[in-house]
């Protein structure tokens, strides 16, 4: 257990939805990160934040946005889903921001879009 | 354009046989890191280099940074079935700690 929660584990929805994807992070982790996985693509960056501010950006759609509360938990909203979207959504977390920390990993959410 | 290029994607082989597999950039990175995932679950980390030139040892694998700190190599003594699965390389930028990005990964398959 790496103390990641990720909630949904599983979301089938259609296209031209909205859903969002809910990451608490290990307790005392400042830092949350969003990755989307895929077969062909592999661990895609999305976004990072550290104590409620973004702090870095990938390949994140604009269809897709994504917000860390005072509490520290994080969400990702995805909209105007697209067949395309399907794939694991993994959120991670990490103490700080150094370059050498662990990243802590949720078992996922695996979304289908049909 | 993916930033770390992993090989090989795919490695099937004999238990008891040693294999390395890759971790390329043209990219400087300030640290690498490498892990493996299982299915159904998320990445573990396994190790994390940062000097060019480190070498790593966990059990029975070895980890090596290259001088140059764009490469990393993972090699496997004696492989078991229980070293089945992706391993990914994962890499923090020089000057973006922040962003920490991964290749696709190689897919270990061990036979008994």
């Known amino acids: 257990d790496s103390g990641v929660t990720q909630t949904p584990k599983h979301l089938i929805t259609a296209t031209g939805q909205r859903v969002t994807l809910r990451c608490s992070p290990r307790s005392g982790d400042l830092s949350v990160y969003w990755y989307q996985q895929s077969l062909d693509q592999g661990l895609q960056f999305l976004i990072q934040?550290?104590?409620?501010?973004?702090?870095a950006k990938g390949n994140i759609l604009e269809r897709f946005s994504a917000q860390q509360f005072p509490d520290l938990h994080s969400e990702l909203n995805l909209s105007s889903l697209e067949l395309g979207d399907s794939a694991l959504y993994f959120c991670?977390?990490?103490?700080?921001?150094?370059?050498?920390?662990?990243?802590?990993f949720g078992e996922g959410s695996r979304l289908t879009v049909l | 354009t993916q930033l770390l290029e992993q090989s090989p994607q795919f490695l099937s082989i004999q238990e008891g046989e040693n294999l390395t597999v890759y971790c390329n950039s043209s990219?400087?990175?300030?640290?690498l890191q490498w892990y493996r995932q299982e299915p159904g679950e998320g990445p573990v980390l396994l190790v994390t280099?940062?000097?060019?030139?480190e070498v790593k040892k966990l059990k029975r694998l070895t980890f090596q940074f290259g001088d140059a700190r764009k490469d990393s190599s993972l090699h496997i003594t004696a492989a078991q079935p229980g070293d089945t699965g992706l391993y990914l390389c994962?890499?923090?930028?020089?000057?973006?700690?922040?962003?920490?990005?991964f290749g696709k990964g190689t897919r270990l398959h061990i036979l008994p």
């Open positions: 280099v940062v000097t060019g030139g």
């Open positions: 991670a977390s990490r103490r700080g921001v150094s370059n050498t920390g662990e990243l802590f």
């Open positions: 990219s400087v990175f300030s640290s």
């Open positions: 994962a890499g923090a930028l020089v000057n973006r700690d922040d962003k920490i990005i």
């Open positions: 934040y550290y104590n409620g501010e973004e702090r």
